[in-house]
């Protein structure tokens, strides 16, 4: 008989070895990447089916699921690192990302409290607050960032914060945001409780931006018959269209009846690096809360979205539970930050490493260099779609995100879509603006250069 091993740990030497050919794999992979249709191929089941019934009962070599990736998951995968990725809007990445985030789970830390990786907690507010100096937001938010999973994540906590503050009764409270605003905010009601009807959508003008004029009669509606205002949502850069909503005005509107202002600029927060797109911006600094998702389009891989509070206490309150195994000498002296009392969950990932890898290595300049570059791809798009009869642009792009439609009408814009999409060399994904069918080309790919974007000009042009 065998003797019983002692261990199945991977030996450190065994990690090097695997280690090394992990990220060869990576490597190859986005080296190659544009050979790979953009939008996964494969049928319902199709993964399923090829994976064993069972968990194995003795291990496998590394080799063998090296292997796999290749035979069993790269079909399943729709590439959202591709170059010819222009669906939904840009999730991406880099090796400075991808790296930081294998030093976070290498050191495998909880940064739940302050005193359980001080590190973790004291580089999250650094380099959040660097952020406020790349992208010049207000002075309010120094010292109170926070990294969340999602902007979701942001959104709930910024409304959990407002339905505490407001003091009232839940059945009482209303909310407001534009038709355009991103499903979250809805979602994000629907969790805290509150009432489905006491959700407001605020009228959108002809650039599909919130119309202040509209909500501020909505509030006085609510006020008047003895409802209280407790949150306001204003999208910098709306999912459909890359709409900005006017903050300082909503701002003005939503203090006048003492609601909380929540800026959603997931998208295109990033912008603001560049001081030329920094009016998208304006009136910030009147804002209680903001986020932006530096995993759409600050190449730091998924998941990070920056949470900018004004009152941290009011987040805090809403969010703070302190059992009694949680006590700790840092926390009770009140002289740091337990970010489990900024989020939903208790624990948390040490996320700000890999931000703090991007930003070292691309610093201020590479970072605009970048956006600017998607930008001008999508404004000479959006350009050419205008002189061209057979498209109509939607709305002038105000910066990467460009929104047309065939002029025949939804079928044809359709069969545009599907066209494209079936070459495999490109996606694009959909929105409807006023009830018309549009195609939305969402530039801000790592890898997405001036070839690209001229590729799917090309093919727009003989498909359309
Ligand atoms: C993408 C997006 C969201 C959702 O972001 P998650 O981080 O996936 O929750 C919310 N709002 C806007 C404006 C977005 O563009």
Not at 104 to 122: D, F, I, K, N
Not at 333 to 348: E, F, M
Request: hydrophobic residues 40%; proline residues 6%; charged residues 20%.
């Amino acid at each position: 008989m065998d003797t019983p091993r002692e261990s199945f740990h991977m030996t450190p030497d065994e990690f090097r070895t695997h280690g090394r050919a992990v990220v060869d794999w990576v490597a190859d992979y986005l080296e190659n990447i544009a050979q790979h249709p953009v939008a996964s191929r494969v049928a319902p089941g199709e993964t399923r089916a090829m994976l064993p019934e069972n968990a194995p009962e003795h291990g496998e070599p590394f080799e063998a699921m090296l292997a796999d990736l290749d035979r069993v998951i790269l079909p399943g995968i729709t590439h959202w690192q591709s170059p010819g990725w222009f669906g939904y809007f840009p999730c991406n990445g880099s090796g400075p990302a991808i790296l930081g985030d294998l030093v976070s789970t290498g050191l495998g830390v909880q940064g739940m409290l302050w005193a359980t990786s001080p590190a973790a907690t004291e580089l999250e507010t650094h380099v959040l607050d660097w952020l406020v100096d790349l992208l010049a937001l207000p002075e309010t938010f120094r010292g109170n960032g926070v990294i969340q999973d999602s902007a979701s994540s942001a959104t709930l906590c910024a409304l959990l914060a407002a339905r505490e503050r407001a003091g009232a009764p839940y059945g009482t409270l209303t909310g407001y945001t534009s038709t355009q605003a991103h499903s979250s905010v809805e979602k994000g009601w629907k969790i805290a409780g509150l009432d489905p009807a006491n959700l407001r959508q605020v009228p959108v003008d002809e650039a599909y931006a919130l119309r202040p004029g509209a909500l501020a009669d909505l509030l006085a509606a609510d006020a008047k018959a003895g409802l209280t205002p407790a949150f306001v949502v204003a999208t910098a850069g709306t999912t459909s269209s890359n709409a900005m909503d006017p903050i300082g005005a909503t701002a003005a509107a939503a203090h006048a009846h003492g609601a909380w202002l929540h800026v959603d600029a997931a998208m295109s927060g990033t912008a603001a690096v560049c001081p030329e797109y920094r009016w998208i911006h304006d009136g910030l600094a009147e804002a209680d809360s903001y986020c932006f998702n530096p995993h759409k389009w600050m190449w730091t891989s998924f998941d990070c979205d920056a949470f900018y509070v004004r009152d941290r206490a009011a987040l805090t309150t809403a969010l703070s539970v302190v059992p009694e195994y949680l006590r700790n000498a840092a926390t009770e002296s009140g002289a740091v930050i337990d970010y489990r009392d900024w989020q939903i969950p208790l624990g948390r990932r040490f996320r700000a490493l890999k931000l703090w890898f991007v930003l070292r290595h691309y610093g201020a300049e590479g970072l605009r260099h970048h956006v600017r570059e998607h930008v001008a791809l999508a404004q000479e798009l959006a350009a050419w779609v205008d002189k061209d009869e057979r498209l109509v642009l939607s709305t002038p792009p105000p910066l990467n995100l460009v929104c047309f439609r065939h002029a025949e009408g939804d079928g044809a814009t359709q069969r545009l879509l599907d066209d494209l999409n079936a070459t495999g060399e490109v996606y694009l994904t959909h929105t409807r603006l006023d009830g018309d069918l549009t195609i939305r080309v969402s530039v801000g790919a790592t890898q997405t250069r001036r070839e690209h974007v001229e590729r799917l000009r090309d093919l727009v042009d003989r498909h359309a």
